[in-house]
């Protein structure tokens, strides 16, 4: 009940176009949802995060979309760019009884020109 | 501002060694987090530590110890390094959210 399930492993996008990561999880205690980028050689990051108060978030090129009854969240990355090629990880957890996540497998993006 | 800084960046070790893998942060934060990411498998978490003088079990702590030396710093030890620890070590720290991670310690052990 704690797994949090991403897919696809990897994505291979043309530059310009749309890249979509989903993922689905288990536990309804989750209540917080973000996603990391990480580069190679480098920790992950926080890209963008959102709370199942609201279907979505939109940060420049990035848009989180919160399915509450499917229990899945995506990342949508509008006109994917070369420079967006990293891994995305998403995540979960229950805030009101910890800061720890809960991650997922991992997305490698690729956006080649 | 520095962050998090994890030593070493690259370390070998023969199956049978110990080591101590430091992680120091200046940005003043509670908790503390251990990670090992390997092909396939994400992020897993091997010990975290809300406070300085506490620290709690994750997904995968067997192989491994920690010291929460004081607010800054958290350390991982291998007593007895063995194969399946090869991989990329991660340490993180936090205000709550969001986690704020080091570049990792690739760990090879042969």
């Known amino acids: 009940q704690q797994q949090v399930k991403q897919s696809p492993q990897s994505l291979i996008v043309q530059k310009g176009g749309i890249s979509i990561i989903n993922c689905a999880y288990e536990?309804?205690?989750?209540?917080?949802f973000p996603w990391y980028q990480q580069f190679p050689g480098k920790g992950p990051a926080l890209l963008i995060a959102?709370?199942?108060?609201?279907s979505e978030k939109k940060e420049g090129r990035f848009t989180i979309s919160f399915n509450k009854s499917a229990k899945q969240f995506s990342l949508h990355i509008m006109d994917s760019q070369p420079g967006d090629s990293a891994t995305y990880f998403c995540?979960?957890?229950?805030?009101?009884?910890?800061?720890?996540?809960?991650f997922g497998t991992g997305t490698r993006l690729q956006v080649f020109p | 501002n520095a962050g998090v800084t994890q030593t070493p960046k690259f370390q070998v070790l023969k199956t049978g060694q110990s080591m101590t893998l430091q992680c120091a942060q200046d940005?003043?934060?509670?908790?503390m987090y251990w990670y090992r990411q390997d092909p396939g498998m994400g992020l897993r978490l091997i010990y975290y530590?809300?406070?300085?003088?506490?620290?709690d079990k994750g997904e995968v702590p067997n192989g491994y110890n920690v010291s929460r030396l004081n607010k800054r710093e958290f350390s991982l030890r291998l007593e007895s390094a063995a194969p399946s620890q090869t991989s990329v070590y991660f340490c993180?720290?936090?205000?709550?959210?969001?986690?704020?991670f080091g570049d990792g310690t690739r760990l090879s052990i042969l």
């Open positions: 940005m003043n934060h509670n908790s």
């Open positions: 536990n309804t205690a989750f209540d917080y």
């Open positions: 959102i709370r199942p108060d609201v």
């Open positions: 995540a979960a957890s229950n805030l009101r009884n910890t800061d720890k996540l809960i």
């Open positions: 530590s809300a406070s300085e003088g506490t620290t």
């Open positions: 993180a720290s936090s205000p709550y959210q969001p986690q704020h």
